[in-house]
């Protein structure tokens, strides 16, 4: 059945040329409704759009109503074919394994063995136990499925599942199944069950399993037997180490074809920005009759930012070249960060952290508008953008490095504890392996993520800043000794050991006689700052900004701090006056205020 398109002339699957984006994503949304309500009409309305277009509309959908489109097009083979193979992968596991066998009965041998290739191996290592289950789950899905794995899978692989899945053995004379009856038989005994050929013996290491390694090996045996005798020998004659690392390696080469790098060139995404330039079609395959490129990135992406808006301005060309390297790049990112290939969570992972890295460059070049950033990322490489986006966050982890490593925080182990929060998860964050950002949003719980927008950056470039100053002033202006400072106040006076402590305690001196010290206040000098400055009985409301402003200026001159590094500190100064308020506002100048109680300044005792 089919329908005319716009032209007035019949659009079938051979029928190349695309739809206009805007249109493709009309047709999406009325697909994902028609999926939800009325699966015939959606097979009515598929029927006139070409391949290319229900490859890339089903794309656009969420896992469920992407299966329906997929099975309800006029060709549903030639569509699930037309996917690219991550994007038949992911929608296995997004509608999972059990709900997506219909889809596994239509996938090409491309598919299912790159879906092997993702969800058998755990780092270097063959998870045979695994593997063994998406065997048994293909066969759920037909023999004619699990005929494609074995007839593309490599021989290596095959000895793996056959020695660590199947527990395959050869059977000794003395062991032999007696011809009177009283041994084994093709039904099996406690001890396993003999294979096809009537040689070996299979134990298989998951025993649900036993019905799929037998018909596996059937079905082997019968379809391939010199595979199946070549396979079973080396499970028995070789050292299964040295197949799995030839394993590791075919399975290296597939996965390369598919923009997952060896580890050392994924490396390279965290190079410098080089500067270079091309067009985004140069990065497309000759003669791509059908989307090549996952369309993953778009859907995590969303509308967070401006790529995704961006890429669907872009001419359908440049759109896919585009594509391909976010792909590319999200692959060098779980492959350089050791993510799983074979969880979905860390593919998304991935992209999430590309494509905020992309805008963050964009944002930095004053690029925050579709239109522009799609012009841009037509003509200069989406790893180079990349590039400059993280080399900002970087800059900051140098920045923090030096600082634990040749500043101030090099003389204790301990001399960071004395930065206040959120300066000093901030930092923190920043001393990992990778710049991370420490999110102090409602919700967030303090987490550690990463960077997401240019404002995160610059939030983390200020905290560093305002620690390198806190450290310049107290350390090497007024020399507080870090150590001593620190193993002073361990124990129930921790609380005290923090710069804003000090900070408060210099302005409570400056205030009363003139001179910054970070030293003990006698009682007489703080309860003069209480009727000064801090107490809102008896100081005015402006008080407590005036002393500090005249503290500010006095440290600035002293230690020679730049207007910015002077603003930063001043911010710093004025969220310690709200910890002073908090603490001693009520408090009445005539009583001295108590150590136990008052934790913002350093009282004698």
């Not at 998406?134 to 066969?139: G, N």
């Not at 793996?160 to 050869?170: T, Y």
């Not at 596996?216 to 020998?233: G, K, M, N, S």
């Not at 369309?295 to 759109?319: H, W, Y």
Request: with cysteine; glycine share 8%.
């Amino acid at each position: 059945m089919s329908k005319s398109g716009a032209s007035g002339q019949e659009r079938d699957g051979s029928d190349l040329t695309p739809f206009p984006a805007a249109e493709i994503e009309a047709l999406a949304r009325e697909a994902g409704s028609l999926a939800r309500t009325d699966p015939k009409r959606l097979a009515e309305r598929l029927a006139s759009v070409p391949l290319r277009d229900q490859a890339e509309l089903a794309l656009r959908l969420p896992p469920r109503e992407r299966l329906e489109v997929l099975l309800h097009a006029r060709a549903p083979m030639r569509l699930v074919r037309a996917l690219p193979d991550f994007e038949a992968y992911l929608t296995v596991r997004e509608v999972g394994p059990s709900d997506a066998l219909p889809l596994l009965a239509l996938a090409s041998a491309s598919q299912i063995v790159h879906l092997m290739d993702l969800e058998a191996w755990r780092g270097d290592r063959f998870d045979a136990a695994r593997a063994g289950a998406w065997v048994a789950l293909l066969l759920e899905a037909g023999e004619a499925t699990v005929r494609r794995l074995l007839r593309n899978y490599d021989d290596e692989a095959l000895v793996l599942l056959l020695a660590q899945w199947a527990g395959i053995e050869a059977i000794e004379p003395e062991d032999g199944y007696d011809h009177q009856g009283a041994g084994e038989t093709e039904a099996g005994t406690e001890g396993g069950f003999v294979s096809p050929d009537g040689h070996y013996r299979f134990r298989p290491v998951i025993p649900e399993h036993a019905a799929a390694v037998r018909r596996t090996a059937e079905i082997l045996f019968h379809d391939q037997q010199d595979r199946y005798f070549r396979a079973v020998w080396a499970t028995c004659s070789e050292v299964i180490a040295e197949v799995e690392e030839e394993a590791r390696r075919w399975r290296q080469s597939r996965m390369e074809e598919h923009g997952f790098p060896p580890l050392d060139e994924a490396l390279d995404v965290y190079a410098p920005p080089r500067g270079i330039e091309f067009h985004a079609e140069e990065a497309l395959p000759e003669d791509a009759e059908v989307p090549v490129a996952p369309r993953t990135g778009l859907r995590v992406i969303g509308p967070r930012g401006v790529v995704a808006s961006a890429v669907d301005l872009l001419a359908p060309a440049t759109r896919e070249g585009v594509l391909l390297q976010l792909t590319s790049l999200s692959n060098h990112l779980l492959v350089a960060d050791g993510g799983d290939a074979g969880d979905p969570d860390a593919h998304r992972a991935a992209i999430e952290k590309g494509a905020s890295f992309v805008g963050i460059a964009l944002a930095a070049r004053g690029v925050r508008e579709p239109t522009a950033a799609g012009t841009l990322i037509a003509r200069v490489p989406i790893k180079d953008l990349f590039r400059e986006g993280h080399e900002r966050a970087a800059v900051l982890r140098r920045k923090a490095l030096g600082l634990v490593r040749e500043g101030w925080a090099s003389v204790d182990p301990h001399a960071l504890d004395l930065l206040d929060a959120p300066i000093l998860p901030r930092v923190r964050a920043l001393l990992g392996p990778h710049a991370l950002y420490f999110d102090l949003a409602p919700g967030a719980g303090g987490n550690v993520r990463e960077f997401r927008t240019l404002e995160e950056i610059e939030e983390t470039r200020v905290a560093l800043e305002v620690a390198e100053i806190l450290g310049r002033v107290f350390v090497d202006r007024l020399g507080l000794s870090v150590s001593a400072w620190l193993q002073a106040r361990a124990g129930p006076d921790a609380r005290g050991a923090r710069f804003s402590t000090m900070l408060l305690t210099a302005l409570a001196w400056h205030a009363v006689r003139g001179e910054p010290r970070v030293e003990a206040l006698p009682e007489a000098v703080a309860m003069e700052f209480l009727g000064r400055v801090a107490s809102r009985r008896q100081a005015p409301p402006e008080a407590p900004r005036e002393a500090l402003d005249a503290l500010l200026a006095r440290l600035g001159a002293e230690a020679g701090l730049q207007p910015r590094e002077g603003a930063a500190l001043r911010a710093f100064g004025l969220a310690c006056l709200d910890r002073l308020a908090d603490e001693c506002g009520n408090l009445p100048a005539s009583v001295p205020p108590d150590p136990r109680f008052v934790s913002c300044l350093f009282l004698e005792r």
